[in-house]
């Protein structure tokens, strides 16, 4: 979400999302969601997600890749998913945690964020 924000800084080099919400209740307090703000991105970001996420459907993460290749600027996107992943499992307290996923996620967030200048 704040890589569609540009503040008296200008907008983030990039982002990484590791399983986050795409799409949620709108309320006062959350009025867009992920996919709402995939297509107004300023910046570059990296997506991480467990195909075994029961609270995030595939076709949020389809939609979302669909956002990101309509923004009009390019920023560039990429959304990785791990067919044999849970919600959460880069957390290593959590049972849902899956080492060769959470490495190789890491890496890819890792080459992701230096090619982005960060």
């Known amino acids: 979400m704040y890589c569609a924000h540009a503040g008296p ?4 080099k990039a982002g990484a999302a590791w399983y986050g919400r795409l799409s949620n209740a709108i309320n006062a307090l959350q009025t867009k969601t992920a996919i709402d703000v995939g297509a107004k991105l ?3 970001v990296i997506g991480f997600y467990g195909g075994q996420d029961a609270g995030i459907p595939i076709g949020q993460i ?4 669909r956002e990101l290749a309509a923004n009009p600027k390019k920023v560039g996107g990429e ?6 992943a849970q919600h959460g ?3 290593d307290y959590r049972p849902s ?3 060769a996923a959470a490495e190789d996620a890491w890496q890819k967030m890792l ?3 230096k ?3 960060v």
């Open 89 to 91: 499992f880069n957390a």
């Open 79 to 84: 959304i990785i998913v791990y067919p044999d």
């Open 97 to 99: 945690y899956n080492k």
């Open 111 to 113: 080459a992701f964020m």
């Open 115 to 117: 090619k982005s200048g």
């Open 9 to 12: 800084g200008g907008a983030p």
């Open 42 to 44: 300023l910046a570059p």
């Open 62 to 65: 389809e939609m979302m890749r």
